[in-house]
């Protein structure tokens, strides 16, 4: 492959050392860098070497692609084997420009071996800071100065918890971005790293990230990643149509671009079958994504496909994989060998897996409390209760990494489906009407048949594997995530407490619960879908409207809880928190908010959605009360017309006033003339 200035992954100016053949590789590869698109950067660098072997800039990008800072992923080895590589004659780094060799020792300090993460990002970013200073036409360096500043601030004691010092990094990250998009308003790098410094939950940041969600996938019209990040600033701002177009049209350019044959030659990074696997962090973070967002729209069917998808997708990784590496996993192996060839397989296979069960996770939850608050479709209904009749979740790998770390999220991909399948044990149970939870089943006696220790087993299990996932944050530490995984233990603890009929030990738990989740000192909401469970509030709402009847106290409280759940630091428009307050306003009384919440519902509702139920309880009230729909343009118009008839009566009232002494004053002088004239007549 080979690239010009302007193409679809953006227009790019950038003066490089070598050969035509090898720059046009090389530019290629850069745009693929600024578009976190790894694996195609890697492979057009390795291009431009083979093209010319003393090409500096090439040994710098390939290895910067190992270095992926916004993600807290890098490679220093393997960076550090690819630099080793580069040409070291003194007559050949002199055919180089000053500034390549600036850039080319900021990704050696980058990765220098005797230094820590927070340290090394620290020297990079002064490094490329003094590129761009010294070379302002440069719009990478530019770029990379934002970049290398939000990473400094997620290292490091930034990675556990946001504190004073991480936040003026946030801010630095937002003030270079302003800087760099005034100066390279066009820029691909530029515009990609712009939006992440606004990837925050708080209005005031993510509404700054609008102006660059929208212009990002104008300029890269190719790229999966381009199309799917301004998702981010679209689901913090609750615009989950948006979200989920442009998601869509993420995975389908990633689609197309694995089928095109672009790299399928020979040591290209697509193999033979393994097209499912290129770009994968890319593809199926925008397929879990899409997923998140369809469900927000309570699209369950298309939402289902994804995941069918992304289980496909898993099931692809444990065989050819397996086979890819010369011990495919088959009938034939004896049993030990086939034991280590699918442990082996299963390890591999971590990261889709995580994917997989976060989707699934949320697949249960969504319809699960549209089915609580009464808004769920019949057809809805098997989305959540499938899974009592599903075979219960493997245990994932928590030590290593594939494509991304096994000890950050498979522990808490594991808790969030465990969560899950425990809350649709317990409200099956509780619908069923069968009384009290059982106990788990005893170490010496079967479940199944009509025995219910298996569903106390199962609870029992969903409970202990959050709490581990909890213990195991703790450690790390990631206080964020032990704290949310707490939140999950309790919400599985307050809902047993409901099926055992007391509902003030439920709510006590349940609010505890979201005091935990208000003291949390870091938020990852909404836009951060990996965490896929629901809010403290949400659940403390629902739980209040599932009392038989509950008071004007509790119905309050549930309203207080949906309205934070849909505060702008929380989830804007989330479906669930919007049919749950819709719902307390009525029972309040409280029919405009009932309105307001109704219409938002329906906003978010398409009419092909799988929650017609709630669709209709929405248009039913809203006919019923007499909401004014005028377009801005007609109540503008209308209110300057009043506004003009209200001017010309107080004008009218002011004359007449103003008049009235005028009117006395002529009678006064006309009666003393007729006086006068009474005198003077003989």
């Known amino acids: 492959m080979i690239d010009c200035p302007e193409s679809k992954l953006g227009a790019l100016q950038f003066e490089v050392t070598g050969n035509s053949a090898a720059t046009s590789h090389f530019i290629l590869g850069l745009k693929a860098l600024h578009n976190f698109a790894y694996q195609l950067a890697e492979f057009e660098f390795d291009r431009a070497i083979q093209k010319d072997p003393n090409m500096l800039l090439a040994y710098w990008g390939k290895a910067l692609s190992y270095s992926q800072l916004l993600w807290n992923g890098e490679n220093p080895i393997k960076a550090n084997e690819v630099l080793a590589l580069a040409p070291v004659n003194p007559s050949i780094r002199a055919a180089a420009t000053a500034r390549e060799r600036a850039y080319f020792d900021s990704v050696v300090k980058l990765n220098a071996p005797i230094k820590d993460m927070p340290d090394r990002i620290a020297d990079y970013l002064a490094a490329v800071s003094e590129i761009s200073n010294s070379y302002p036409d440069d719009g990478t360096a530019a770029s990379f100065v934002p970049l290398a500043t939000l990473a400094r601030g997620s290292v490091g004691d930034c990675a556990a918890s946001f504190g004073p010092e991480c936040q003026r990094f946030q801010d630095a990250a937002r003030a270079a971005a302003a800087v760099a998009y005034s100066r390279f308003p066009n820029s691909p790098g530029v515009l990609h790293y712009g939006l992440h410094t606004h990837d925050f939950p708080n209005a005031t940041v993510y509404e700054g990230g609008l102006a660059f969600a929208t212009k990002y996938p104008l300029k890269v019209t190719s790229s999966c990643h381009s199309l799917h990040m301004p998702s981010h600033i679209q689901d913090r701002a609750g615009r989950f149509a948006d979200g989920a177009h442009a998601n869509h049209m993420s995975v389908a350019a990633a689609d197309d671009f694995a089928r095109s044959g672009a790299l399928a030659m020979d040591g290209g990074p697509i193999k033979p079958a393994q097209g499912f696997k290129f770009d994968a962090g890319n593809l199926y973070h925008s397929v879990e994504y899409e997923g998140y967002e369809l469900l927000q729209q309570c699209k369950l069917q298309p939402a289902n496909r994804l995941l069918q998808r992304m289980g496909y997708a898993s099931r692809q990784h444990l065989v050819r994989m397996s086979q890819a590496q010369g011990n495919p996993i088959n009938q034939e192996a004896e049993q030990a060998e086939f034991g280590s060839q699918l442990g082996s ?246 029919r405009k908010a009932a309105a307001e919440s109704y219409q938002m519902l329906i906003h978010n509702l398409a009419e092909d959605s799988d929650c017609k139920v709630a669709r209709v309880e929405a248009s039913q009230f809203l006919q019923s009360w007499p909401v004014l729909r005028i377009d801005l343009r007609w109540f503008l118009l209308i209110s300057s017309a009043v506004l003009s008839v209200c001017i010309c009566v107080i004008a009218v009232v002011q004359m007449r006033r103003t008049r009235k002494p005028d009117t006395q004053q002529a009678r006064k002088h006309a009666r003393d003339y007729s006086d006068m004239r009474e005198v003077e007549e003989p």
Request: net charge negative; with cysteine; proline share 4%.
């Open 345 to 590: 397989a299963w390890e591999q296979a971590t990261t889709f897996l995580q994917w997989s069960y976060r989707m699934q996770a949320r697949q249960i939850l969504h319809p699960l409390f549209f089915h609580l608050l009464g808004g769920l479709d019949a057809e809805g209904e098997s989305y959540w209760r499938s899974i009592l009749t599903s075979q219960l979740p493997m245990p994932l790998s928590w030590h290593g990494r594939t494509d991304y770390s096994h000890g950050f999220y498979s522990p808490q991909s594991d808790a969030g489906l465990w969560n899950a399948v425990g809350l649709a044990y317990l409200v099956d149970w509780r619908d069923a009407g069968k009384g009290n939870m059982p106990g788990a089943a005893a170490p010496d006696q079967t479940c199944g048949g009509e025995y219910t220790g298996c569903v106390g087993e199962v609870l029992r299990t969903a409970s202990q594997m959050v709490r581990n996932a909890s213990a195991h944050y703790a450690r790390l530490p990631a206080p964020y995530e032990s704290s949310q995984m707490e939140v999950m233990a309790m919400q599985l603890d307050a809902m047993a407490a409901l099926v055992n009929g007391s509902m003030v030990e439920a709510l006590e738990i349940a609010r505890k619960a979201v005091t935990i989740d208000h003291d949390s000192k870091q938020r990852i909401l909404p836009g951060s879908t990996s965490l896929m469970f629901m809010e403290a509030d949400v659940f403390l709402g629902v739980l209040l409207m599932m009392a038989d009847n509950p008071s004007q106290d509790h119905l309050q409280e549930a309203f207080v809880a949906f309205n934070d759940c849909l505060s702008a630091l929380v989830r804007p428009n989330h479906t669930v928190c919007l049919l749950g307050r819709a719902k307390a306003s009525e029972r309040l009384g409280n």
